[in-house]
């Protein structure tokens, strides 16, 4: 008995030791579905990775249709790698440290792209978009494709999408109605208040105004179409300012101006009691009746599109221009990743991301037939009782999105109202410039701490005016002010590269 | 050890207090798994909620295929991680607790170092895919866990030191036995207890583990349980406390408060369910009897 | 001198069986922890890609200041010590206590089942523990405030924006959560102690709390010592989910529930900077191993086979 219990324990451990070696030793394949590599003659591979925020079962499927076209009209093929948003900081920080294949990545300036360029992750464009990528320059405003430039070099190509961005409330349409609010007198943040109180006064349970989600707090909307956050909101210029000084953000008259307002709000009942530690987003508390609206910046078609989350129709109001910030183009970007051994092809592939309708229809909505049909209309919708596919993507992470149907729902010349909408907007002064926060990371994460105790606090209207002075000062002394400095500093040598001066 | 009544008593109301602390939190959250979403939001979790709903299950019913696989994983990984795990911190922690061995004292802290000081995700990152390729492989779930931890191996070696006699020992070498035959046939034996104890916090570690499937896997055929829910959880996370996710509502139909619970609550209950049967363990060691007569 | 070099030689063969036992562990610690180790380097560069972790510049020790700079820096560091005390001190007393009272239990199968119910806290993630507490100290609908506050005749209170009810909050969702866990251990090692030591006891004439103080406790010891010194080794490093995810992240409580690992991860979000989280961690650790090695010593200076090393 105690013999074979020990030659059970030993078989075991070897077992085990082999595995451990086999495992260790040989390579297993770790591959992304990729169909059909093969080097020397046949078509080039190139690796991309981008976000996703669901799963997406059907993307071998979705991947062989696009490289039937990519192999006949350029001899590449793509792997699809996408990434979820959970997943996203931590995997893109290893592969961009390591040496997997990865050839185009998506990059956005609210994700690490001035860190990324800095720490030499991503490859210069400018070469490549002259020799490859002919066709980008001509599918945006050149103040957009220039406006990724960092130390005179393109590192990101930026996505077509809303650049300008106008900020406003959208609200219950039902309600609106119910109560004939007249939306058109409706023209500035304080006119809301009349609004807020009728809602109040008729819906006891319902706050009128919601936060959009708990780090995005009204006041961070009203804020943000007066100023250029300058990539990062520590020093900002106001966007009328043409001598572009940077300037503290938390001390400027505007911004004490719109606490009280929405102080005021939160006192007489209109916002949530927890509106600060809440952790409920916005549309979902519409949805379950506790509230009427929130701010957001709006688009063309924003409401239709909160309409489906909040389950109830929404209209919107907005409140301030249209406004087109120096992160505007690089909020989402497709770069070539350092990692890459082929930089012609992925430079070919992303061209092609920007003039192929059909492979653009197939990222970002699927197969036709399969995940969506087109209608007599020419709008595209789900076939006939599917509810869930197992493709979902967006229209406005990757390429050029005008090349893409439009969906049920949306107006048929959205992308039409869209253009018009990117060329009315005010521009900023230092659209194209981009504050490399490296010589102060210090100071930037010591204020980055006091702006988190703050911020949230003052911007919902839970905290008193008073906590104001205290966060400004403790900004100063977390070193805010040697932020502001440096950042002039690149600022004006930007200027003077770029002949705005 | 005889007890007097009153003792009894007075123990039992204080774990009965101390259960009733434990339990109410989780029938929170088990009733709220079965609470509409509406209830929830207005107001907040209750154990008597105004309406009750089916809508989180379903919602998980949905996506059953991806999570009937993912538990699949989650139990592979578990079973034989805990085994491996388990053998290999034994093994280590043997020849660590004989005083009489030369140079233990310092192979404890070479044991002892590797909890404090680390190189960091980066590195280790880079050794595990670029020389040894486990990404995106199974072995990527199991071996960076293996010996999470040289507190479990310091806690074996804790235990063999001083809940084996020496006696056993002793007597194993006069009558000729080995270095192996001693381990497997007398001090495994005897050390049931703390052997439950550490192969059921590897295993609760390799139940619980989202990291590793975060890091190393992008295959979504591979994800563990844990893997899987965290990542729905911090998608719509992201979307909603994200500036990004002010732009990106609308490619994603959230979950509710409602299904987060009703992934605890899936997460949870087979850890339960086996519980007890570790529980078995927890009796004195088999043959110390033996020695003393 | 050969003569030495035979007797090493000879006892290192007589142990043979037991540092072939070794290998497997060693190896995976080699693989594991000491081949990554390179990375401490990290905290110390300027890392650039391009240019490979190897060959990036040195910085000396830049990286660390944003730790010290701030006026928080004191802050977080008096929070994260006297809370690791505090949960030190206290754990461990009410482990080895839930321990014991459970070892005491006659009904085995009404201690088993007591012992799985305490371990369910363990079992649930922060995350909903964050929840779960809200369920409690909401300030429109929770517990206390709809409850017990009204029954004691005290008008409610906005928790989340106090912060001096923290520490006693987040002591005891930690004792809560980590009791059930913490006492398998202290149970395993009581499961351990041989009876006879009891029944000559109880013969004897002593009493069951003495059996405890002058049985159980002192035959705990080892076990006691090695966890605490354990525990003091990470006195630096916090339970990052009970203080970012439990207070909601709410800002007025930071000068309460702020700790060393907290700041990190809020400074470091927008930055991404790896040089700076690598020199946070450094940081922590070098701190945990001069106190382990320092309260370690004076464990060996009492008794040699008690000490972690």
Not at chain 1, 33 to 61: E, K, N, Q, R, W
Not at chain 1, 148 to 163: A, L, M, Q, V, W
């Amino acid at each position: 008995m105690k013999n074979r219990k020990m030659t059970i324990m030993s078989l075991l451990l070897a077992v085990i030791l082999i595995l451990a070696a086999c495992g260790g030793g040989g390579s297993q394949s770790n591959s992304g579905g990729a169909s059909g590599s093969s080097s020397g003659d046949g078509p080039a591979l190139v690796t991309m990775a981008y976000l996703v925020f669901t799963d997406v079962t059907d993307i071998d499927l979705v991947e062989e249709e696009i490289n039937k076209i990519s192999r006949e009209k350029i001899n590449v093929e793509v792997d699809l790698m996408p990434l979820d948003a959970a997943a996203w900081q931590q995997q893109v920080n290893l592969l961009l440290a390591g040496n997997e294949k990865l050839d185009i990545i998506m990059s956005s300036s609210l994700m690490g792209y001035t860190t990324q360029v800095s720490r030499g992750q991503l490859v210069e464009l400018d070469e490549l978009l002259e020799q490859y990528g002919q066709d980008i320059k001509n599918t945006m405003p050149e103040a957009i494709y220039n406006g990724t430039r960092i130390n005179g070099k393109i590192y990101g190509i930026p996505s077509i999408r809303d650049f300008a961005q106008d900020y406003g409330m959208v609200m219950r349409k039902d309600l609106v109605d119910k109560y004939n609010i007249d939306l058109s007198k409706v023209k500035t943040w304080a006119d809301l208040t009349e609004v807020f109180k009728v809602i109040k006064a008729n819906e006891p349970n319902m706050a009128p105004l919601v936060a959009t989600g708990q780090s995005n707090q009204p006041v961070a909307f009203m804020i943000a179409p007066v100023v250029d956050a300058l990539s990062d909101g520590l020093g900002v210029i106001k966007m009328d300012d043409p001598e572009m000084k940077v300037v503290n953000l938390y001390e400027l008259d505007e911004y004490r101006e719109l606490l009280l307002l929405v102080r005021q709000w939160h006192e007489a009942g209109y916002t949530l009691p927890d509106a600060a530690t809440t952790q409920e987003a916005g549309a979902n508390l519409v949805k379950a009746g506790k509230g009427f609206g929130y701010f957001n910046n709006l688009k063309p078609g924003y409401a239709a599109q909160e309409s489906l989350l909040t389950n109830h129709e929404m209209v919107q109001v907005s409140l301030t221009d249209a406004v087109v910030q120096s992160s505007s183009a690089s909020s989402f970007m497709l770069s070539i990743a350092r990692n890459t051994t082929d930089p012609v092809s992925a430079m070919k592939f992303i061209n092609l991301l920007y003039t192929d309708a059909d492979v653009m229809n197939l990222l970002a909505n699927g197969i036709e037939g399969k995940h969506y049909v087109i209608q007599e209309n020419g709008l595209i919708t789900r076939p006939e009782g599917v509810t869930e596919t197992g493709y979902q993507f967006n229209q406005w992470e990757i390429g050029n999105n005008f090349l893409t149907h439009v969906w049920e729902g949306q107006d048929p010349d959205i992308w039409e109202q869209m253009k018009a909408f990117n060329a009315s907007g005010i521009v900023s002064p230092a659209l194209g410039f981009t504050f490399d926060q490296s010589p102060v990371k210090s100071e930037v994460a010591a204020v980055t701490n006091v702006i988190d105790q703050y911020k949230i606090g003052l911007e919902s209207g839970t905290l008193e005016i008073e906590y104001l002075d205290r966060f400004i000062r403790e900004l100063k002394d977390a070193g805010i002010d040697r932020i502001i400095a440096e950042k002039q500093k690149q600022l004006d040598d930007w200027a003077a590269a770029n002949g705005k001066k | 050890m005889k007890t007097n009544q009153m003792n009894q008593f007075a123990i039992n109301v204080f774990f009965i207090l101390a259960s009733i602390a434990c339990i109410f939190p989780f029938l929170l959250m088990f009733v709220a798994s079965f609470t509409s979403e509406q209830s929830i939001i207005n107001e907040g979790y209750t154990l008597f909620p105004s309406e009750f709903s089916l809508d989180a299950y379903r919602y998980l019913w949905d996506n059953v295929s991806s999570i009937g696989r993912s538990y699949g994983i989650t139990i592979l990984i578990t079973a034989i991680g805990t085994t491996a795990g388990l053998l290999i911190s034994s093994l280590l922690a043997y020849p660590l607790s004989r005083v009489d061995l030369p140079l233990h004292g310092l192979l404890s802290f070479f044991v002892f170092f590797t909890m404090l000081f680390n190189g960091g995700l980066v590195p280790t990152y880079l050794i595990y895919t670029e020389v040894f390729h486990i990404k995106n492989t199974l072995w990527a779930l199991i071996v960076p866990s293996l010996l999470t931890n040289g507190f479990y191996i310091l806690l074996i070696r804790t235990f063999f030191r001083t809940s084996i006699p020496k006696e056993v020992i002793e007597s194993a070498y006069m009558d000729g036995a080995s270095e192996f035959r001693i381990f497997f046939s007398f001090v495994m034996p005897l050390s049931l207890p703390i052997l439950a104890t550490i192969g059921l916090m590897l295993g609760i570690g390799y139940w619980n583990d989202w990291f590793n499937g975060l890091v190393y896997v992008s295959d979504s055929k591979l994800f563990s349980l844990q893997n899987l829910l965290n990542r729905m959880l911090q998608n719509i996370q992201f979307l909603q406390q994200n500036t990004l996710g002010s732009k990106a509502m609308s490619s994603a139909s959230i979950p509710t408060n409602a299904v987060r619970m009703a992934m605890a609550v899936i997460g949870i209950v087979p850890i339960l369910l086996i519980y007890p049967f570790f529980q078995k363990f927890f009796v004195k060691g088999l043959t110390i009897g033996a020695v003393k007569g | 001198m050969a003569q030495s070099w035979r007797k090493v030689w000879k006892t290192f063969w007589r142990f043979k069986a037991l540092y072939l036992m070794l290998v497997p562990g060693v190896a995976y610690l080699i693989i594991n922890n000491y081949m990554p180790m390179f990375g401490l380097t990290i905290a110390f560069k300027d890392i650039n890609y391009a240019k490979g972790i190897w060959a990036s510049d040195w910085i000396g020790f830049k990286n660390f200041e944003f730790l010290f700079m701030t006026k928080d820096a004191w802050r977080i560091t008096r929070n994260t010590i006297l809370y690791n005390a505090v949960f030190i001190v206290l754990n461990t007393v009410v482990a080895i206590g839930v321990a014991i009272l459970l070892n005491e239990v006659r009904k085995k199968y009404l201690a088993r089942f007591y012992q799985s119910v305490l371990l369910l806290p363990y079992l649930i993630s922060m995350v909903i523990v964050a929840y779960l507490v809200l369920s409690i100290l909401n300030v429109e609908n929770g517990f206390m405030n709809k409850v017990i506050l009204p029954a004691l005749g005290i008008d409610p209170i906005s928790w989340y924006t106090e912060a001096k009810y923290w520490p006693y909050i987040l002591t005891t969702v930690n004792l809560w959560k980590n009791i059930g866990y913490q006492c398998i251990i202290y149970l395993a090692a009581i499961v351990g102690i041989d009876p006879e030591y009891y029944e000559a006891a109880t013969i004897d004439g002593a009493s069951k709390w003495e059996q405890i103080k002058s049985i159980t406790v002192p035959l705990l010891m080892p076990t006691i010592i090695i966890l605490t010194l354990l525990a003091i080794g990470r006195i630096f490093y916090a339970d990052f989910g009970l203080f970012y995810q439990v207070p909601l992240n709410s800002g007025s409580l930071k000068p309460t529930t702020d700790v060393i690992d907290t700041y990190v991860y809020r400074g470091l979000i927008t930055l991404g900077d790896i040089g700076m989280s690598s020199a946070a961690g450094f940081y922590q650790s070098m701190i945990g191993f001069v106190l382990v090695l320092t309260t370690n010593f004076i464990v060996r200076l009492k008794d040699k086979d008690q000490a972690l090393f």
